[in-house]
């Protein structure tokens, strides 16, 4: 796949030219860490990113050291936190979509891919038949989640998009697969309605979750922060329907009560969290 004749300028929809410059506003964009960043600083504000150094991606590991050993100490520290609770309901999760993801085939996006963690379930499908397409607002968790990943180049790419306004063309996955995302970017009804356009015609969209309740302490942190339409399942159902999604089918998969963890806005400690899949297609 040639993954450049899917991009899109986000600034006028426009096709871009070989040096990655819109062809119609010129705007110009760039190839770096093996990231394409076709992300637009007009349109794109206000976004949360990684605090990730150059240094850190362009450190070298050893071939007899692992990957695991260069993580940074404040992930080590995030995960250690996670309650055994939440740790059972999250293998719960990954034991559903796992089995989901091997019936995947053609050409699969992945939304807000972050750290990587669908990207190692996509990958560890045992019979692989499809190419995956890493997207993320942030163009530098991409850069590191490629460097600690290795992906072949040929099957896995790596595009810093925002998923408000995608910088690609209508009708080309077969699937989207997303995690979290829709807790993460603001104006979900946005995000439902590219998710819709990236879709070919009876393309699926899987996205896997984490909800909360309508009358939680979480729900007006997320209302404040203007999350709360991608944190409620039913929101996120109606968002999909209005987009023009079909079939649309939620599976709770687990429940659990999330414990303190600094590193996280949401969900609030002591508030019940539901994991969750919906599909739908298009």
């Known amino acids: 796949m040639n993954i450049e004749n899917l991009f899109i300028c986000p600034e006028c929809k426009n096709e871009l030219s070989e040096t990655l410059k819109c062809v119609n506003c010129g705007s110009e964009y760039n190839l770096k860490y093996g990231v394409y960043n076709i992300i637009s600083q007009k349109i794109s504000q206000n ?29 080590r520290d995030y995960f250690s936190r996670i309650s ?21 085939s053609g050409t699969v996006c992945d939304l807000a891919t972050g750290m990587g963690g669908n990207l190692d379930r996509l990958l560890s499908v045992k019979t692989k038949n499809f190419d995956i397409v890493c997207t993320d607002v942030d163009p530098k968790i991409l850069a590191m989640t490629r ?19 995608m910088s690609l063309k209508d009708n080309i996955f077969d699937y989207i697969t997303s995690v979290a995302a829709f807790g993460n970017i603001p104006e979900s009804d946005k995000v439902a309605k590219e998710l819709y356009r990236l879709l070919k015609p009876n393309g699926k969209l899987i996205i896997e979750g984490i909800y909360i309740e309508l009358d939680s302490k ?6 404040n922060l203007q999350l709360e ?14 987009a023009g999604f079909k079939n649309i089918e939620s599976t709770v998969v687990a429940k659990a009560v999330w414990a303190e963890n600094p590193y996280d806005r949401l969900p609030v400690a002591g508030d019940t969290q539901y994991f969750s899949v919906i599909q739908a297609t298009k």
Not at 87 to 100: A, E, I, T
């Open 84 to 104: 055994d609770e939440t740790r059972q309901g999250q293998q719960k999760l990954n034991d559903f979509m796992f089995q989901l993801y091997g019936t995947l």
């Open 229 to 242: 339409k991608g944190l409620v399942e039913d929101f996120i159902t109606m968002e999909l329907r209005n």
């Open 47 to 75: 976004q949360n990113s990684w605090n990730i150094s150059d240094e850190e991606i362009e450190r070298v590991i050893p071939e007899n050291q692992s990957n695991n050993a260069e993580e940074p100490e404040w992930v």
């Open 218 to 223: 979480s729900y007006e942190v997320a209302k």
């Open 147 to 165: 460097k600690n990943k290795k992906t072949d180049d040929s099957k896995v790419f790596y595009i810093a998009t925002d998923g408000r306004c």
